[in-house]
């Protein structure tokens, strides 16, 4: 296992990162979520988030303004601690004024770590590198070598490399495009994405052993599966709203559909949005909302997606009924 080997700032901020650290845990730990493995409380307490932040922008009318770990006003320093230990998703790279990075807000790795249901001795793949923050929680529970998160972005990668070597934590930081897994770390026991997908790319299931588990952002929602086996696999979505960027490379990305013909408050209800994006334009907007509306206006967990042979399908309720639609 790791253990917090990563130095605290070398100024008056070293308290104020313990307390906030701890604060933020106990937030977290009120929702009940790592009531099945208080491991992952472990984790959250050890692994500084800090490390892995050391500037991050927040958006506002004028743009973005770059707070970070070194500026030479101790109160600017102080916000930028206390925001990196907020319960919020940060951004941390942008390109020509576009998001292309983020560490997402706590509360949700929390639910979708709790969620992955992880075993000691299981090998597992991150798609979506981010600043390390997640990689370094996995190799603390579950050990380096059985660590393995890739991205498409070289600097990413780099960057995420360094911050992980600062915290003292060493699992495979790969670069390579997350549609195609990573055949030569495998077989994996479970994949986790942390960027939204249009779709499940079938080379996941290929690298994964029989019976692992897959969680992913779909849409604006997180979904669970089960794969039997590298041909097929099942599960549903879970309550919990997520919300990504989008994964770059094969297998990610896609437009919005029309939204001519459909209420004002239907496309303002986020459980409604979530929808539109998973019928992913196969749907225009005035077909899902008529679905929506005849099935009494489904909640996430009323949806699910089956992969076979590499195509997946969404369905509602039942994968064997008569409400499905190809993934894009």
Same mark, same amino acid.
């Given at each position: 296992?790791?253990?917090?080997? $990563?130095? @605290? ?5 070293? &308290?104020?990162? /313990? %307390?906030? #650290?701890?604060? +933020?845990?106990?937030?977290? *730990? ?25 500037y991050y922008f927040l958006g506002?009318?004028? $743009?973005? @303004? ?5 500026? &030479?006003?101790? /109160? %600017?320093? #102080?916000?930028? +601690?206390?925001?990196?230990? *907020? ?36 090998r597992v793949l991150e798609i ?9 929680? +996995? ?178 309720d039942d994968p064997a009924g ?7």
């Open positions: 296992m790791g253990a917090e080997r $990563g130095a @605290e700032p070398d100024d008056d901020t070293g &308290p104020l990162a /313990e %307390r906030a #650290r701890a604060e +933020l845990v106990r937030e977290i *730990a009120e929702s009940g979520v790592w009531d099945a493995d208080a491991r992952w409380r472990e984790a959250f307490e050890r692994v500084p988030r800090h490390l892995f932040v050391p506002g009318p004028g $743009g973005y @303004e770059r707070l970070w770990c070194e500026h &030479p006003d101790p /109160e %600017r320093r #102080r916000r930028w +601690l206390r925001g990196v230990y *907020a319960d919020r998703p940060l951004a941390t790279r942008l390109r020509d004024g576009e998001l292309v990075s983020s560490s997402s807000q706590p509360s949700l790795m929390a639910r979708m770590l709790a969620d992955l249901d992880v075993r000691d001795g299981d979506g590198a981010g600043t390390g923050y997640n990689a370094a929680l +996995l190799a603390h529970r579950l050990g380096d070598a059985r660590v393995t998160t890739v991205d498409l972005d070289p600097e990413i990668t780099e960057s995420a490399r360094a911050h992980l070597a600062a915290a003292g934590y060493r699992p495979a930081v790969v670069t390579g495009d997350g549609a195609r897994g990573c055949a030569e770390r495998g077989p994996y026991d479970r994949i986790i994405a942390t960027c939204a997908l249009r779709s499940v790319p079938g080379a996941w299931l290929e690298q994964c052993r029989p019976g692992a588990r897959i969680v992913a952002p779909l849409s604006t929602g997180l979904l669970a599966l089960r794969v039997r086996d590298a041909a097929y696999a099942e599960g549903r979505f879970l309550r919990t709203p997520a919300y990504f960027v989008a994964l770059r490379g094969g297998g990610g990305g896609g437009g919005e559909p029309g939204v001519e013909g459909v209420p004002g408050w239907a496309l303002r209800d986020e459980l409604f949005r979530f929808l539109l994006g998973l019928t992913g334009g196969v749907m225009d907007a005035r077909e899902a909302f008529a679905l929506w509306e005849r099935e009494g206006r489904p909640g996430r967990e009323r949806f699910g997606v089956t992969v076979v042979a590499g195509r997946g399908w969404a369905w509602l008569s409400c499905g639609w190809a993934l894009n």
